[in-house]
T-cell receptor
Framework: GEDVEQSLFLSVREGDSSVINCTYT??????LYWYKQEPGAGLQLLTY?????DMKQDQRLTVLLNKKDKHLSLRIADTQTGDSAIYFC????????????FGKGTKLSVIP | GAVVSQHPSRVICKSGTSVKIECRSL??????MFWYRQFPKQSLMLMAT?????????EQGVEKDKFLINHASLTLSTLTVTSAHPEDSSFYIC???????????????FGPGTRLTVL
């Protein structure tokens, strides 16, 4: 089956930028997503990017997509303690597929 | 964005009992709802996909008779864990996707999750 990989942990100082990376194997991915999960909570959609785009910016969030390398990243500028959470990368394949394939999640710890 | 609710948020039950979890889309019609299970410090595992008015499609390894899914309306899906055992203890999360042409068609909106503990 298709696979999505992420590093498990990232630690940054408050005010610095965080970059969370993700790689995927499905060459027919149409949409790629970033979700945030705080402890004991469900998933919050942060942003998504269509596969024919290579960048999307939304306030402090910047998503970069390298479709050739199947690499997706999420950059959080001016990281705050409230950004501490687990971030999941997910993708949906093409041709009418609507099932999300998730990575294992990256735990972001922000040091005050 | 669209809102999906789950009820209850936490449930503790005795082994052998059945537990029903509700998933509701509050401000849009969800033609498709998904049920996920999340183990501690792990990713979400898709259990089943349900379309309104039809039988759910279960992922390989998920017991249909143990995890009963009903998607009776465009705003409600239920997951019933039958004869629950301690190994069923987990965090269950639903998500909902709107119909074609609607604003929520290409997104899945997640509920807040239900923590099930089976004693």
């Amino acid at each position: 089956g298709e696979d999505v990989e992420q590093s498990l942990f990232l630690s940054v100082r408050e005010g610095d930028s965080s970059v969370i990376n993700c790689t995927y194997t499905d060459s027919s991915s149409t949409y790629l997503y970033w979700y945030k999960q705080e402890p004991g909570a469900g998933l919050q959609l942060l942003t998504y990017i269509f596969s024919n785009m290579d960048m999307k910016q939304d306030q402090r969030l910047t998503v970069l997509l390298n479709k050739k390398d199947k690499h997706l990243s999420l950059r959080i500028a001016d990281t705050q303690t409230g950004d501490s959470a687990i971030y999941f990368c997910a993708e949906i394949g093409g041709a009418g597929s609507y099932q999300l394939t998730f990575g294992k999640g990256t735990k972001l710890s922000v040091i005050p | 964005g669209a809102v999906v609710s789950q009820h209850p948020s936490r449930v503790i039950c005795k082994s052998g009992t059945s537990v029903k979890i509700e998933c509701r889309s509050l401000d849009f019609q969800a033609t498709t709802m998904f049920w996920y299970r999340q183990f501690p410090k792990q990713s979400l595992m898709l259990m089943a996909t349900s379309n309104e008015g039809s039988k759910a499609t279960y992922e390989q390894g998920v017991e249909k008779d143990k995890f009963l899914i009903n998607h009776a309306s465009l705003t409600l899906s239920t997951l019933t864990v039958t004869s629950a055992h301690p190994e069923d203890s987990s965090f269950y999360i639903c998500s909902a996707r709107g119909g074609a042409g609607g604003p929520s068609y290409n997104e899945q909106f997640f509920g807040p999750g239900t923590r099930l503990t089976v004693l």
